[in-house]
Every structure is written in C-alpha cells, then in structure tokens.
C-alpha cells in the first residue's frame, strides 16, 4: 500500500492507540532483581560505581522482598560476599554459607519470592577465578564437580532455580545429575549458556569482589567476536538439561539474543549486566540524557530482541515506572 492510502501514522495518534499496537512490553513479573549478600548484620552498603544498589546483610532480606512484591517483582537472583575465601570456593557449598543462610531467609519470610541462585566459585575462591586451580589453569573437571555440590547446597536451602554461570563444559549435565539423584528434579537450571568475556562487568566485581588476582577470564568465558559459537554453545546446555537459556551481557548482545530466540523454544534471559547500568546511571547523573527515559527504552530494546526474561539492577525503578503509567 501507497500514501496516501496507506497512513503509518493512523496507528501512532494517542497513547491508547499506541498501547493497543504495541508489540513489545515490560511487565515487572519477568524483571529479575539481582541482590549482593553480605555477612554481618543491619547492612546496607551503597555500592559506589553502581548508584542506588546496596551490598545486603541477611538480616535485611525479608524487607529487601516486601519492598519488590509490593513493586510486583516475584524473582530474585543470589549472589554472596563470603568472610573467609580459599583456593577450592569450598565456601560456595558450605552448609551455613552466606547464599544457604539468605535462602533460608527468604523462604522463611517471603515464600512466594523466586529465589535463584548465581552458582559459581568465583566470589569464593581467594584467586578470583570460577573454578579450582591446577598449574594455574581452571580445570573443567574438578571444577564442575564442585559446582554440583554448590547447586545441591542451594537447592537443599530451598532455591527454586539454580543459575550456574562459570562457563565450564558439561556443567549443565553434572549438576542436573546430582539434582536428580537428591530427588530435587523439579528444580529447574538456568543455564548462563552464553556469557562473554565481556568488560561490561567492571562494577559487579567491585560489588562482590570477585575479580581475578591475575590474567583473565577468556579461557572459559567466550571471544566478544563471536556468534557461531553462542548457538553451539547453547545446544550444548540444552542437550544436558537447561531449562532457560541466557545471554549475558544483554545491550552488547542483542544480536545474540535474537539468533536463540529464533534457534530454541526455551524461555531466553538476558543479563543486563551492571557496566550497561552504570553507564545510565553516569550519563544521568551528569545530566546528559534523561536516565528513565533511556533505561525504559533499553530493556525495550532487550524485549525487542527476544528476551523474555530480565535480569537488571533497574528493576526496582522500571517496575516504579510501570506502577505510575
């Protein structure tokens, strides 16, 4: 159809038109909220490169989740700032670790909250790597074995969904075994299938001092330059039993997101990791754009591109947003 018989702009003349047509949403139901656990007790600590995100004690969960369910934010995702680090991460499973003692918590004050838990060691570990060292190399073997450990642990405390984001092969596979034979097989794994060894993480590590005491990551993180691999990656994860498939980091990546959205039926997560956040949050506080404005408009963009799922530290400010529409 031509002009003047055709007119696009029929479709845009009032909001409630627009919202008619929209073809994609934000619900705070499928925002994820990331929450950093700390040990001690009436904790709040501001985090300084991410503004408005705190380091929790445990103490302070069961309002830190009064406050999202008011918001209609039902999901949670779990990472610890252990007392005490060692070669192995062997606090990552620790019977009365930080993470075991906040699920606890949660689903002793707040049932109906989702509770995932990042299962990784590299919070845990003195070196700041996610797995065990040997001649100063991560081993994949000795590695996933702890992880499953650490997602037992987990699921043992109550955790509803298990998030392994260490990148190591057959992870998926290793876990959902020991789930199974635990009769924890209603569990379901969130695999972080497709995590890039990206620079965007910069503030999450100041947050749970985890960044590694020497090289990198790019052994078992991937190379930002390629996509091929996210598919292969991905058919891995689901072939060992993943249940949501994830893309971290999200804005870098949208790309990604869409190629396994068309390739797989399984819900897709995207992480909107905490360098996209503050960038936002410094160009806002610098007064250079209009930082509501620009956050709805790039989780739109991660919607757009086929997430269903996201997890952002904006999720307490969008939800706030959608509340006020």
């Known amino acids: ?86 070669p192995m991460g062997s606090g990552a499973h620790a019977k009365n670790g930080i993470i075991q003692r906040a699920i606890r918590e949660l689903k002793k004050r707040a049932p109906s909250l989702l509770v995932i838990t990042d299962v990784c060691l590299c919070e845990y570990t003195d070196h700041g790597h996610c797995g065990c060292l040997i001649n100063n190399q991560v081993d994949n073997d000795a590695t996933i074995e702890i992880l499953a ?8 405390c109550g955790a509803d969904i298990v998030a392994p984001s260490d990148m190591m092969d057959g992870r998926v596979a290793e876990i959902r075994a020991v789930l199974d034979e635990n009769n924890f097989e209603m569990v379901p794994i969130m695999s972080y299938a497709v995590k890039y060894a990206s620079a965007f993480y910069g503030p999450f590590r100041d947050a749970a001092d985890c960044a590694p005491q020497f090289g990198d990551r790019k052994s078992y993180q991937m190379d930002p330059a390629n996509s091929r691999e996210a598919l292969r990656e991905a058919t891995l994860d689901v072939s060992e039993g993943a249940d949501f498939l994830m893309v971290k980091p999200a804005v870098a990546y949208l790309d990604i997101i869409t190629k396994l959205r068309e390739e797989f039926d399984l819900p897709i997560v995207a992480y909107h990791v905490s360098g996209e956040y503050a960038m936002i949050k410094a160009a806002e506080e610098k007064g250079w754009i209009d930082g509501s404005k620009v956050m709805h408009e790039t989780l739109l963009s991660i919607k757009r591109a086929g997430a269903d799922i996201i997890i952002t530290y904006f999720a307490k400010e969008m939800a706030k947003l959608l509340m006020n529409k």
């Open 149 to 156: 450990k650490t997602a037992l642990s987990h699921a043992q």
């Open 1 to 86: 159809m031509d002009f003047p018989d055709y007119r696009p702009r029929r479709l845009r003349v009032n909001q409630a038109m627009r919202s008619l047509v929209q073809e994609h949403q934000i619900v705070a139901s499928q925002l994820i909220y990331p929450l950093f656990i700390t040990e001690g007790k009436n904790i709040r600590q501001p985090i300084p490169s991410m503004p408005g995100v705190s380091r929790l004690s445990v103490d302070q969960l069961k309002r830190e989740a009064e406050e999202l369910l008011a918001l209609g934010i039902n999901s949670v995702i779990l990472f610890g700032l252990p007392d005490k680090k060692d």
